[in-house]
């Protein structure tokens, strides 16, 4: 009897197209077990095999569709080991359970990366990570990449996408950075993990290419830009003039549908822009953080803001203390933005009370500023680097901005000379204090 793969659509055809009045059977790859079709089309599922004294015996499993193809196929492989096998030795136990595991892993069907992340990887991504939605949406762009099913793509297929990748242009006379390919790329070797770990796959790809090709995918030092003082200085002049344009422009403002708050003139600010600019440089909140941070978690009375687990990378609660600056501009924020009969709960909201996803106008504050390559999270950077270049602490550096390693935090120490110097004086002072010892060895 040939062989064949049980399927759900299989059978569904079977039932589908009707009875033809006789018996049949359909023996699966998985050795033992089949399905058995009655005359009247009902649909039995059973395991064969040989009894001690050398019969051939078979054992029902289940109807159909009651019990389903996979329920039926684990059952079939439970039951290798609860039917009587006395006469058999340890060894050919074994080598029972080993083929047992092979049939069971033949029988799969291997699913495409779309397929996968259907049946499988999706619901262990929305169950784990919060960034679930946008992972996921990377993924299935990386599987018209590699439309084939996971076995049949090759460390070669993976290894010419990066090289394609690597040379694609992005922007005018910019191409793609080794650390987008990599974030790619990590996020579908975890797929392939876990891929492997539910025995569809043997073998990672994408993890041989990753670990193999290191320099591929390295950055050298990495970007370093932060906001030096002349920077700051042109970029608090541009926000000072943007407000002073749209002030003298209130009436246009009033009647202008597309102005999501409008403000008087004695208002502190004329919009969201400056307050927000000036919160993130003096806080080093990630944008995402900043955009969905509510006024409860701005604490006056102690001077610092509360990063929920909700909003923040890092997946945990953590404080950051507000300089006076951003004291300053939070409480002038809140008074302007509060004092109307709706109370809104984000700080940074549009219009709706929906959380912003960015602040448009910075990069027009940027050109008047004439600062180029200069993004938003260069401006928590900065806030970063100046903590570290005034001796505040790596460590609590890295606290206050969300790191879950000192290595991440590491980047900044180049940046506090003089506290390395402080620091190394202990050499000389440890030295100075054995030529003391000596010396007085000596003496006596």
Partial sequence: MARINLTRELLDSIRKSGSDGKHR????????????????????????????NGRHRRQTIGAYPAMTVSEARRRALE?????????????????????AHRTEHAAKV??????FIDGHYGKRLRATIKT?????????????????????????????????????????DRIMCPASVRRKLTSLRGLFSHAIRLDFITANPVAEVMDDNKALFDEGE???QWLRPDMEIRLRAALDAREARLRKSHAQIDSDARCDI??????AY???????????????????????????????????????????????????????????????????????????????????????????PYRHVLAEAKIDSFTWHDLRHSFATRLAQHGVPIERIGKWLGHSSLQQTMRYAHHCPEQ???????????????????AAQVAA
């Avoid at 039951?79 to 083929?99: C, F, G, M, P, W």
């Avoid at 990377?138 to 084939?148: I, M, N, T, V, Y």
């Avoid at 076995?151 to 922007?171: F, H, P, T």
């Fill in 25 to 52: 059977e359909l023996a699966d790859i998985q050795k033992g077990f089949g399905a058995r079709i009655t005359p009247n089309g009902a649909i039995s599922f059973y395991y064969r095999y040989t009894g001690s």
């Fill in 79 to 99: 039951l290798t080991q609860e039917v009587e096998h006395s006469n058999d030795t340890a060894s050919e136990i074994v080598r029972k359970r080993e083929r």
């Fill in 110 to 115: 291997v699913p495409t990366i779309d397929g």
């Fill in 132 to 172: 679930a939605p946008r992972t996921i949406t990377e993924l299935r762009k990386l599987g018209k990449a590699f439309p084939g099913t996971l076995n049949r793509i090759s460390v070669q297929q993976v290894l010419e996408w990066a090289y394609a990748e690597l040379e694609k242009e992005v922007g005018e």
């Fill in 222 to 224: 990495g970007r370093d």
């Fill in 262 to 267: 409008v403000y008087g003139p004695d208002a």
């Fill in 270 to 360: 004329v919009d969201h822009v400056k307050p927000a600019v000036l919160v993130a440089l003096g806080t080093g909140l990630r944008r995402g953080e900043q955009m969905q941070l509510q006024w409860p978690d701005v604490d006056f009375d102690n001077e610092r803001i509360r990063v929920r687990k909700a909003t923040s990378k890092g997946d945990r609660t953590r404080y950051v203390p507000m300089c006076d600056e951003v004291i300053q501009v939070l409480k002038a924020w809140k008074a302007q933005t509060c004092s109307g009969p709706v109370q809104p709960i984000l700080v940074f909201g549009n219009a709706l009370g929906e959380v912003r996803r960015e602040i448009g």
């Fill in 420 to 438: 390395q110097r402080h620091d190394i004086r202990a050499l000389d002072r440890a030295s100075a204090a054995a030529a003391t010892a000596h």
